[in-house]
T-cell receptor, first 113, second 114 residues
């Protein structure tokens, strides 16, 4: 069935280092790949997204890359700061389910000062 | 997102009680969703609605029911709560503009079933 796998489940980095979170998806017809950040006690918030006709997108310190052939996409955070500490979710749209999203299991990122 | 509100924010109840969680949105979106979050299991879809007359089961609908009272309101009910329904519950909305399902989440409801 359709699914999204996300790795790693936990990630600890030093402030200033880069962090990379990777996801794979099963539906080759998926056309939309958002990333969400969930801070403690809050709902997930969209931070960046990419569509299938684009290979890379950048917004300040965060970037997302997409490899359609391999069916994987990644979130890159550079120059990490303590406020980047949160749970991050990837998601992919599934065409045969009305385009709705299926989420990865989440990555808990900890940035140590 | 302040445009998506959930009530209550926290609820403690006992096994066997009927519970209703409510979601309201001012974004004018047709699509609404209910998710459950457990530690290490990410966001699992309970029910979703693509418009007022459309209700669909998600991957974990057993023990839950929903009502789409209007475009802006989508309620989740636990007819007879059990302890393993203790979790964080999130409502989300989307407009599926340009065939893209960008979802906006509410602040969540923390439910504890004793």
């Amino acid at each position: 069935g359709e699914n999204v796998e996300q790795h790693p489940s936990t990630l600890s980095v030093q402030e200033g280092d880069s962090a990379v979170i990777k996801c794979t998806y099963s539906d080759s017809a998926s056309n939309y790949f958002p990333w969400y950040k969930q801070e403690l006690g809050k709902g997930p918030q969209l931070i960046i997204d990419i569509r299938s006709n684009v290979g890379e997108k950048k917004d300040q310190r965060i970037a997302v890359t997409l490899n359609k052939t391999a069916k994987h996409f990644s979130l890159h955070i550079t120059e990490t700061q303590p406020e980047d500490s949160a749970v991050y979710f990837c998601a992919a749209s599934f065409y045969n389910q009305g385009g709705k999203l299926i989420f990865g299991q989440g990555t808990e990122l900890s940035v140590k000062p | 997102d302040a445009d998506v509100t959930q009530t209550p924010r926290n609820r403690i109840t006992k096994t066997g009680k009927r519970i209703m969680l409510e979601c309201s949105q001012t974004k004018g979106h047709d699509r609404m969703y209910w998710y459950r979050q457990d530690p290490g299991l990410g966001l699992r879809l309970i029910y979703y609605s693509f418009d007022v007359k459309d209700i669909n089961k998600g991957e974990i609908s057993d023990g839950y029911s929903v009502s789409r009272q209007a475009q802006a309101k989508f309620s989740l009910s636990l007819e007879s709560a059990i302890p393993n329904q203790t979790a964080l519950y999130f409502c989300a909305t989307s407009d599926f503009r340009d065939l893209i399902d960008t979802q906006y989440f509410g602040p969540g409801t923390r439910l504890t079933v004793l």
